[in-house]
C-alpha cells in the first residue's frame, strides 16, 4: 500500500518474475461466512501469525476470498484490513486480496516486523 505521499511498494508482489503468476490468482473475490473464511486461512503454512479468531469474531467484517479459497482478507466496519492471506503458492499473490479489501472499504492495514511492513507500504 501507499502513503500519503505515494511512497511505497507494488500490492501485488514486486518484480516481474512473479507477475505472471499473481496475474493469474486473485482475480474475482467474493464474499465468504466466517467459517469458510477461517477454514481457508487456517490452511495458512505460518498460522502463528494470525490473531485467534471464532467464526463469531467476523460476523460483522466483510470477509474476501478468490474462488479457489487460497487467497483472502477481511474488512472491520471501522475499515480495517485484517487476517490478509496467501496459500496459493504464488508469491505476492496476496497483495490481490489487499485490493479487494481495499475495493470493499479497507483503509488501514497494521502489521508487524521483520517482512511485511515493507510489502505493505
Known sequence: ??????????????TAAHATGVDQVGKNFHTATPAEFLAA???SAHPE???????GDFARHTLLMDPTGKIGSAVSPEGDIQSVFNNSGVKGAGGAAIEAAKAA????LDCFDPVLPGIYK
Do not use: E, V
Open 1 to 14: 500500500m501507499k502513503d500519503a505521499l505515494g511512497h511505497g511498494s507494488n500490492p501485488r508482489g514486486g
Open 41 to 43: 486461512r487456517g490452511q
Open 49 to 55: 501469525m494470525f490473531t485467534p479468531h471464532q467464526p
Open 105 to 108: 472499504g479497507g483503509k488501514t
